[in-house]
């Protein structure tokens, strides 16, 4: 069974801090990871995705993929309350020559002022 | 833009109606997806359609129908609604490439209870 692991918090982190959201996967054969932002009651939107081993930034945010370990992070510098919000790590499995998309269960991050 | 449309927003059916969810999506992409999100949960994908004209079976199946009407429309039918399947339900889609799918864009949702 292909399995995306998140911790589900909630992660607490002062504004300015860097948030750290952590997701390990169970295929060595994945090839992209993606993260996503899903504010309370709306739809899931992408913030970073990452094929690489290495780093990945875009502005406050670094996708972290480490595919001998079979994990991807995401850390978010300079953490703001609009930060606040649950992120989905998802990653696209190989399945009979297509790939099919698992998301873990999100992990609520808190920004407090 | 309108990127992904998903109608009706939301719904509430009795138990063993039927009702189909559409979706409709206007950047070309290859790829679309029906999830399903219950709270705790993340999403879990129902059916997908990797291209036009081809449909497969996600995590959790049972209870749904799907039809890739054309490559712009893809709609996710019950049969005979239960309340086990009240949940949010999200359509997204994506372009394919060569070696994986590109990132998933998603609609709005459908707030589906079930009396």
């Known amino acids: 069974q292909k399995e995306v692991e998140q911790n589900s918090g909630p992660l607490s982190v002062p504004e300015g801090a860097i948030a750290s959201l952590n997701c390990t996967y169970s295929?060595?054969?994945?090839?992209?990871f993606f993260w996503y932002r899903q504010y309370s009651g709306k739809s899931p939107e992408l913030i970073m995705f990452?094929?690489?081993?290495g780093d990945k930034e875009d502005g406050r945010f670094t996708a972290q993929l480490n595919k001998a370990s079979q994990y991807v992070s995401l850390l978010i510098r300079d953490s703001q309350p609009s930060d606040s919000a649950t992120y989905l790590c998802?990653?696209?499995?190989?399945?009979?020559?297509?790939?099919?998309?698992?998301f873990g269960r999100g992990t609520s991050l808190i920004v407090h002022p | 833009n309108a990127g992904v449309t998903q109608t009706p927003k939301f719904q509430v059916l009795k138990t063993g109606q039927s009702m189909t969810l559409q979706c409709a999506q206007d950047?070309?992409?290859?790829?679309m997806y029906w999830y399903r999100q219950d709270p705790g949960m993340g999403l879990r994908l129902i059916y997908y359609?990797?291209?036009?004209?081809?449909?497969d079976k996600g995590e959790v199946p049972n209870g749904y129908n799907v039809s890739r009407l054309n490559k712009r429309e893809f709609s996710l039918r019950l049969e005979s609604a239960a309340p086990s399947q009240t949940s949010v339900y999200f359509c997204?889609?994506?372009?394919?490439?060569?070696?994986?799918?590109?990132?998933?864009?998603f609609g709005d949702g459908t707030r589906l209870s079930i009396l």
């Open positions: 997204a889609s994506s372009v394919r490439t060569g070696q994986s799918n590109q990132p998933q864009h």
């Open positions: 295929d060595r054969g994945s090839q992209s």
């Open positions: 990452i094929y690489s081993n």
């Open positions: 998802a990653v696209n499995f190989p399945s009979g020559g297509s790939y099919i998309p698992t």
């Open positions: 950047m070309n992409h290859n790829s």
């Open positions: 359609s990797a291209s036009e004209g081809t449909t």
